[in-house]
């Protein structure tokens, strides 16, 4: 059984964008997948989100799955270089690791993205790599997540006119995800 983390974004939550349906898809295959909800506004803050993960890194193996919307993935990235159990591959959807250009944003992200990341741990603590992008989103831009991809050798997924993948624009399901994240597990 194959332990699946799915990590929101920034005034996110387990209820939202494509989360349930992915939850209840990816149970169906006989996972156990878990939906932490972490602070946000101004309780967001790496450390917070850090210290709500506590719980759950007993879980992490080699076979382990990670997911993440938005600052989701700059979380995850944040979490491979600071743990020593690799996993076996990360979904990052709408991926950044820097200023956004949009104050309210920058000011609650900025402790997850403030520094220098070390790509050659974050590349040792997981196999695969999978990074998707819309070429109109209003929040990330293209060349944000395309550099993500280029740093982790990632499998780069552009999907057209899907702005931020989220439920506002009707990503309440995403069966390109589910199916990579099925071939990843080999079902």
């Known amino acids: ?24 898809r990816l149970e ?42 938005s600052l989701g993935p700059v979380f995850i990235l944040n979490l491979l270089e600071k743990t020593e159990v690799s996993i076996s591959a990360a979904f990052f959807v709408a991926p950044f690791v820097d200023y956004l250009g949009l104050p309210g944003f920058d000011e ?15 590349k040792r603590m997981c196999k695969i790599f999978y990074v998707y992008a819309s070429d109109n989103d209003p929040y990330v831009p293209l060349e944000k997540s395309k ?9 780069f997924k552009l999907v057209p006119g899907a ?13 390109l995800l589910l199916e990579d994240i099925k ?3 080999g079902k």
């Open 183 to 185: 071939s990843a597990l």
């Open 1 to 24: 059984m194959t332990k699946i983390f799915i990590i929101h974004g920034a005034g996110g939550s387990p209820k939202s964008n494509w989360f349930p349906w992915l939850k209840e």
């Open 28 to 69: 169906e295959s006989g996972n156990e997948v878990y939906v932490p909800e972490f602070p946000i506004g101004n309780q967001q803050s790496l450390s917070n989100w850090l210290s709500v993960f506590d719980k759950y890194k007993k879980l992490l193996d080699p076979e382990t799955i990670m997911i993440g919307h």
């Open 108 to 122: 609650v992200n900025k402790s997850f993205i403030d520094h220098k990341f070390d790509w050659k741990k974050i």
């Open 163 to 175: 702005k931020h993948m989220n439920a506002e624009v009707g990503y309440t399901t995403f069966e």
């Open 147 to 155: 550099l993500i991809a280029d740093k982790l050798d990632a499998k």
